[in-house]
């Protein structure tokens, strides 16, 4: 049973959380029907994402094979058989359909797109460098398009932009921490991605720059007419600066120094200071309104 419930990655479920930022920007966490509909949202997207990581898992499996943590992995270890997975997978996308035809048209057409980008990744993309960072990226903001299509929330120029940087950055920090493993083990090369050993130099540059410009785009954010609209003190939003910050370059240090967990969401749910981050983030967002 334990190995069927890995098929679902019920920890990558709290990367739709980001189906909620519109919602949080526009400060209207109160409306309480717009909250149970983007839960509805939350639940469709994650059984949508469940199916497309079994999908992933079956076009990976000769290369999990060979990997030393994802062999693990229920399709690759053979706890699972083939056939039961495309079962499973089809049932997901089923209920997945099923909910996302009860919300808005719009959100079901976000849907249907992050489905077939991440079908395109899973198939084809991943393997294509640059391109597949680009995507990875691409896909956590489309959870963020999806989520404003269910609470018609009008997106803002800022949010996207921020989201674009701060998502390209920790995209690179998962295939750069991958290709670092690889190296480690010393393995001839990376297998089904198109990232060779010599390029961990340049995929740190483009990664750190990539973080620090999504800190720039915050920068210029609170300095903007915008603010001064939904804050009663915009000035404590700048404290949020130093702190994204500090949590970027800690976060590079990490996958420079090999301590990089494969998966950075894997690694901010058990690290005791992205929490605290985020806790204190919170409290600057309280000050501020």
């Known amino acids: 049973m334990m190995a069927y419930l890995k098929l679902f990655r019920f920890y990558q479920w709290v ?32 059984l ?38 495309i079962i499973i997978g089809a049932l997901l996308l089923l209920g997945s359909s099923v909910i996302a035809m009860q919300l808005p048209i719009n959100f079901f057409f976000a849907l249907a797109v992050y489905f077939l980008i991440t079908l395109g990744y899973s198939l084809k993309f991943k393997s294509v460098v640059l391109i597949d960072v680009l995507l990875l990226a691409g896909l956590y903001t489309m959870r963020i398009i999806a989520g404003a299509y269910v609470v018609d929330v009008e997106l803002s120029f800022w949010l996207l932009n921020f989201s674009i940087f701060i998502f390209f950055s920790l995209a690179l920090v998962k295939r750069y921490s991958e290709l670092l493993l690889m190296q480690s083990l010393n ?16 995929l740190r540059i483009m990664g750190i720059g990539s973080g620090f410009l ?48 494969d998966d950075p969401v894997v690694f901010a749910l058990h690290d005791y200071v992205s929490i605290l981050i985020v806790f204190i983030g919170a409290i600057i967002f309280w000050l501020a309104s």
């Open 214 to 261: 999504s800190v720039l785009v915050l920068a210029l954010y609170i300095d903007s007419p915008n603010i001064k609209i939904l804050y009663s003190h915009p000035e404590y939003v700048w404290l949020l600066c130093p702190l994204f910050l500090y949590w970027i370059s800690r976060i590079w240090l990490k996958t420079h120094r090999g301590e990089m967990h």
């Open 48 to 85: 949508c994402a469940s199916a497309v990581y079994i999908i992933n898992d079956l076009a990976d499996l000769e290369a999990d094979k060979q990997h030393p943590t994802k062999r693990n992995r229920p399709f690759a270890s053979g706890s699972v058989p083939v056939s039961h997975g």
């Open 187 to 202: 393995k001839e090369k990376l297998v089904g991605r198109g990232y060779q050993f010599n390029d961990l130099s340049l």
């Open 15 to 46: 990367k739709n959380t980001l189906l909620f930022v519109p919602l949080i920007a526009a400060h209207r966490l109160s409306e309480t029907a717009s909250v149970i509909s983007l839960l509805e949202a939350f639940i469709a997207f994650s």
